[in-house]
Every structure is written in structure tokens, then in C-alpha cells.
Nanobody, 119 residues
Framework: VQLVESGGGLVQAGGSLRLSCAASESIFSRSAMAWYRQAPGKQRELVAHLTRTGSTNYADSVKGRFTISRDNAKNTVCLQMNSLKPEDTAVYYC??????????????WGQGTQVTVSS
């Protein structure tokens, strides 16, 4: 299983970043996909998830600013992050999991990519 994130970096508050996660076809085709993040000293939190049928859900803290999408032809899931705030600073992780009865269950993890938002 391989999930490889890219696109992190340093951006000023109010700016945008786009994270990408390339997955192996065997996992991508049968998984719901998600992005998590973990800030220093905090627990890892679910930022957004996307089911195989295209349903999405977002953490309240990012609604209206972040958009998750998947490209089935490229086995890629992306997270477009706009209007970034310093509190969005974290390591962002791609996840391939399962969505069942309204709950996202985490599965395989990527290595993470750092996002830093300066004020």
C-alpha cells in the first residue's frame, strides 16, 4: 500500500495551498479517502473525507475554505485549501479508509506533509 502526499509548504495567512495524494490503484478504487491533520501538541483530527460515490464531509473549522476532490483516472485525492489561517498549521496526512453508516473509518496512512501558515 502506498499513499504519497505532496503540496505542503509555507504560506501567508489568507493564502492557498493544494495538497495531493497519489495512491496505489488497488487501494484507491475501493476506498473512501480523507485528509487528517495533526498540530503540535494536539490529537490528529479528521479534516475532510470523500466517499467513493462523491459524498463529502468537512470539519467545522474548515467548511467553506477547504475542498476535497478525487481523480479516479489518476488515483489521486486532493485538498484545496483557501483562506488559510495560522491555526491551520499542521502536518497533513492522506488516508484511505472505509465509510459506513455515516462514519469514516481510517485505514492506510501516508507519510504526511507539513503545512505552515504565517500570520
Amino acid at each position: 500500500v502506498q499513499l504519497v502526499e505532496s503540496g505542503g509548504g509555507l504560506v501567508q495567512a489568507g493564502g492557498s495551498l493544494r495538497l495531493s495524494c497519489a495512491a496505489s490503484e488497488s487501494i484507491f478504487s475501493r476506498s473512501a479517502m480523507a485528509w487528517y491533520r495533526q498540530a503540535p501538541g494536539k490529537q490528529r483530527e479528521l479534516v475532510a473525507h470523500l466517499t467513493r460515490t462523491g459524498s463529502t464531509n468537512y470539519a467545522d473549522s474548515v467548511k467553506g475554505r477547504f475542498t476535497i476532490s478525487r481523480d479516479n483516472a489518476k488515483n489521486t485525492v486532493c485538498l484545496q485549501m483557501n483562506s488559510l489561517k495560522p491555526e491551520d498549521t499542521a502536518v497533513y496526512y492522506c488516508n484511505a479508509g472505509t465509510y459506513y453508516n455515516g462514519i469514516y473509518y481510517s485505514g492506510f496512512w501516508g507519510q504526511g506533509t507539513q503545512v505552515t501558515v504565517s500570520s
